[in-house]
């Protein structure tokens, strides 16, 4: 898949970097999100020469941005409620 050895993407799921679904044969079945994924590591590791220890910190920092700026959207529409509110 796009290149990238099997063995590789087992270790990719063991360290939990991405999480395939599996058939009822148990067969890997790789998600968009999964794919996307992928390509990200791809271009970190072959373009920026991110090694896989530095791949798997800016993935999960990147999932905590997004995780953040969703809270921070959250918060923002409460505040705007609230203010709407006269409170």
Known sequence: MLGIHAQTLRYYEKARIIQPSRSSGRVRLYSNRDIGRLRQIRTLMDDLGVNIAGVEVILRLSERITEM???IKEKD????RLREAGL
């Open 69 to 71: 700026e969703r809270i």
């Open 77 to 80: 529409l409460e505040i705007k």
